[in-house]
């Protein structure tokens, strides 16, 4: 089985570069956003960087994507309980996903063979820093939480193609992990 796979054919910028960018988008978000963990966003309402890499993205997949996501993880700034972090799931609303992290510490993600509480994890790994992520979150996963003190955001693209077939439609351009 298959969990994670880099698209190689996509390199990140420096995570500083994606930090001050993740500043100025936060900046240009209205004052009364209701923030929550997982943001549902349209293109549209991203920077003009965080487009053109969503688009860089989506086009070097070259399949239908679904929903853009910002997770926005920061207890102090939210109070928002981290989505699912130390729980093992399934995601019902999507089954696979591209992440892209703009924080440096990122939490390692844990595959198992089934949701049942404490089972062992069948894989660990962590999203990259180079290059965009495609993850199998049809597959039982958690994230292990470094900190709840610590500020967690994400970029995700969702994809409601199986992660196999999503790899399977331009093989060249992934390398799984």
């Given at each position: 089985m298959n969990y994670l796979a880099e698209l190689n054919t996509v390199h990140l910028d420096s995570l500083d570069t994606l930090q001050t960018n993740w500043q100025q988008q936060f900046a240009m978000m209205p004052q009364d956003f209701a923030w929550t963990g997982r943001n549902y966003l349209q293109?549209?309402?991203?920077?003009?960087y965080f487009q053109n890499l969503f688009q860089t993205v989506i086009s070097e997949i070259?399949?239908?994507?679904?929903?853009?996501?910002?997770?926005h993880h920061n207890k102090e700034f939210n109070c928002n309980k981290t989505?699912?972090?130390g729980h093992i799931h399934r995601d019902v609303t999507r089954k696979c996903c591209v992440t892209i992290p703009l924080t440096p510490i990122v939490e390692p993600l844990c595959f198992h063979n089934n949701v049942k509480t404490h089972t062992p994890s069948i894989k660990t790994s962590r999203y990259s820093h180079q290059h965009p992520m495609l993850v199998n979150v049809s597959e039982?996963?958690?994230v292990l939480a470094v900190s709840d003190k610590l500020e967690r955001i994400l970029l995700q693209i969702d994809y409601d193609i199986p992660f196999n077939e999503v790899i399977a439609h331009r093989p060249s351009i992934w390398n799984l992990v």
């Open positions: 293109l549209n309402e991203f920077t003009d070259g399949l239908p994507n679904g929903a853009l996501i910002l997770q989505m699912f972090v039982p996963h958690r």
